[in-house]
């Protein structure tokens, strides 16, 4: 149990471009899901918070305008990268926990990424 | 400022022998902390974790230390196998387990773990 998944997983496009990255709970209802990246030999970083139904919850420093955040089910969270540009380029991850009460942990159980390329 | 470290970014360790990956933090508020693998291009694989109340967690080969008062904890993988090559990330967290509330967990810079056969 505890899969979630991600499409793509991986996308080329052009600068100017908007690119839409899906993530979902498989198996559970997912009530908060995370947005993450990752450069290159670096950690990942907290790009938001999704809760279902409500409008997410953004890191210091991340455009919320340009990074645009759904979270319209337990099941479906999506981000839309707007007006793509190069330094966009980068490895987007989501996570999401459980529904509490469950009698499971909030551990967070992480997608496979998406590895995304802007020309 | 980065709240959660891992100071070596990588280490090479026999097959068969103990691998010690190390995590330190700064804010006293963490009060729940976990261990990811990760592979090239894959998201992190959820390892083991452990609440501030405990020191210690064990499952399988996979054993976690706290120790709260130098704000340290390690991940002890023995034996190690070269399946366990990954990068190992450590992640820390103010939620309690079991307790309301989703928050979120700040994640160290990453181990990068290579077991020699």
């Known amino acids: 149990g505890a899969v979630v998944s991600q499409h793509p997983s991986w996308v080329i496009c052009k600068s100017g471009t908007s690119v839409k990255i899906e993530c979902r709970s498989l198996?559970?209802?997912?009530?908060?899901m995370f947005w993450y990246r990752q450069f290159p030999k670096q950690s990942l970083m907290l790009m938001a918070t999704?809760?279902?139904?409500?409008?997410?919850t953004y890191e210091q420093g991340v455009e919320k305008d340009k990074f645009l955040i759904n979270h319209a089910s337990l099941t479906l969270s999506t981000l839309t990268v707007t007006s793509a540009h190069p330094e966009d380029s980068s490895f987007y991850i989501c996570?999401?926990?459980?529904?509490w009460g469950s009698g499971l942990s909030d551990t967070q159980y992480f997608g496979p990424g998406t590895r995304l390329t802007v020309l | 400022d980065q709240q959660v470290k891992q100071n070596s970014p990588s280490l090479s360790v026999q097959e068969g022998r103990i691998s010690i990956l190390n995590c330190d933090y700064t804010?006293?508020?963490?009060?729940?902390f976990l261990w990811y693998k990760k592979y090239p291009a894959e998201g992190p694989t959820f390892l083991i974790s452990i609440s501030s109340i405990k020191d210690k967690n064990e499952d399988g080969r996979f054993t976690v230390f706290l120790n709260k008062s130098a704000k340290h904890l390690s991940l002890h993988i023995v034996p190690s196998q070269p399946g366990d090559s990954a990068v190992y990330f450590c992640a820390a967290s103010t939620i309690k387990p079991a307790s309301k509330g989703t928050y979120k967990y700040i994640f160290g810079t990453g181990t990068r773990l290579k077991v020699l056969a």
């Open positions: 999704s809760n279902e139904g409500s409008k997410a």
């Open positions: 198996d559970f209802q997912a009530t908060t």
């Open positions: 996570s999401a926990t459980r529904v």
């Open positions: 804010n006293s508020m963490f009060d729940y």
